[in-house]
């Protein structure tokens, strides 16, 4: 990457971070973000962290779009005239496939962050995830969702 686009960019988020959009402000920014590039500009030039980075921003964009899909299921559910018909609430045991502690935690917050589910505990094997749910339609499509999204993606981002 360019090390000139690497300040620019740190420039504009020192500047959005502060909310000083000043002359004086974006060149203090630039000089933080040289001072920064300059320390870091052989971790900036690894070709695997361009893709790990690709990778984590995947996540993100998976988690917006998730909370996204979640939030309208939800008000959809809130919504409903007779709300104790659209509600199907479950605790499933979901198998982990990740191992680490982070990756374990990451998972759980992403569960939890999600509207209408809650990761509830971790086995003490850390082999089981427990998640509640408020609409459970299938336990088996649940189990397939988090495995193929989340989890997935957690294990890209952190190879």
């Known amino acids: ?5 690497i ?19 974006l060149l203090l920014g630039a000089g933080i973000g040289a001072v920064t590039a300059l320390l870091l500009r052989n971790w900036f030039a690894s070709p695997r962290l361009l893709r790990r980075l690709r990778r984590i ?3 993100v964009l998976l988690f917006v779009w998730e909370l996204l899909v979640s939030a309208v299921r939800v008000a959809i ?20 496939t990740v191992k680490s502690d982070a990756e374990i935690t990451l998972l ?7 509207p209408g589910t809650l990761s509830v505990d971790v086995a003490e094997d850390r082999s089981v ?3 509640h749910t408020l609409h ?11 495995a193929s999204g989340f989890e997935r993606k957690i294990q890209e981002a952190f190879l």
Do not use: C, H, Q
Request: proline share 6%; hydrophobic share 60%; aromatic share 6%.
């Open 7 to 25: 300040v620019i960019t740190l420039s504009l988020i020192w500047a959005a971070i502060t909310g000083n959009f000043s002359p004086l402000n």
């Open 77 to 96: 559910i809130v919504i409903t005239p007779d709300i104790k018909s659209a509600l199907r609430p479950a605790i499933i045991a979901f198998p982990l």
């Open 136 to 146: 459970l339609v299938d336990r088996e499509t649940l189990i397939a969702e988090i």
């Open 1 to 5: 990457m360019n090390l000139a686009l």
């Open 129 to 131: 995830l427990y998640v």
């Open 108 to 114: 759980a917050n992403m569960v939890t962050l999600t």
């Open 57 to 59: 921003v995947s996540l």
